[in-house]
């Protein structure tokens, strides 16, 4: 059975301050978030003589597997499901913070988060997993149940952040198609909107982490579109407007909640809400039924208002 190192406390809710959201119907203010989160620190977790799978999930090893690897490892969330953002923001700190000295092990890492250890210096610890591999002592780190990380993960966007420079241009961080909840229907005229507005649009999981943390640290203005990738907020400096953008309904809370957490100026904008097509074909490359609209239009309207104000 797991031994809990150190207990989940409850998770505390912190309050957001109310911001009015640019775009989206008349009803737009009934859809801004929510402006409260429930934040909590992670609590770890020891399994004794334990399976980490290649997925990264931890079990109880059978009697013929408990010949494992000596010591304790701990495990990271990691992989191709786990964005850079969520990678950043995950159970790294904890193997920063509480286990310093301690073996890394988990999925195969995908080349930004390798990046990632690189840098911070832990790449070595690291043993990727690609079949079921027994250790004598597993321990692991979660959450409260539907809460937000707690401070502790400034420690990484710390230690990855470069120095202020001089102000670069700004960035957009659209969603990715294998992981969208909506698909994007207008998408390629976004983007080609975006870079005659001369925003750069950033793939993360493509760039090398150098070029990326150089480019969010020198951007005056991010348009962030991908909730999976507002972890990566943390690499800003205070004071960066951050133009978060989110079907009307669906606006979650981590984008604010990280801005206000790295001191940055958050500004939601609500596109059309999601639908169905029922009578037309999926938008090409769509992989789920539901899609919505960035009207560009009203975004453009909305990110002079903002960078004015």
Known sequence: MPEPESPVGPAESVVLP???PLGGSKWAGFFAGSTSVRVGEAATTIV????????GRVSDADDEALAGEGGAVFVLDAGEAVSLGQFLTGPLSIAL????????????????????????????????????????KVISARLPDGALPGPAVRLVADRLRQAAGAPGSAIA???????ERFGLVNRASLTAWLRAKRFTVVEPERLKLAELVELFAAAPVVLLADPRQA???????????????????????????????????????????????LRSALPFGSLVPCSYEIPIRELAAALQAFVDS
């Open 48 to 55: 004794e003589n334990a399976l980490i799978h290649a997925d």
């Open 18 to 20: 109310p911001v009015r």
């Open 231 to 277: 972890g990566l907020l943390g690499l800003c400096h205070p004071g960066t407007k951050i133009l978060e953008i989110a079907p009307e309904g669906w606006l979650g809370a981590a984008g604010h909640y990280f801005s206000t957490l790295f001191g940055l100026i958050w500004q939601p904008f609500l596109a059309d809400p999601p639908s169905y097509p």
């Open 173 to 179: 961080v659209l969603p990715v198609r294998q992981f």
């Open 97 to 136: 913070e509480r286990v310093e000295s301690q073996r890394l092990a988990g999925p195969v890492l995908t080349p930004r988060q390798t990046d990632v250890l690189a840098r911070l210096g832990r790449l070595r610890d690291y043993t990727p997993v690609t079949a079921p591999k027994s250790y004598q």
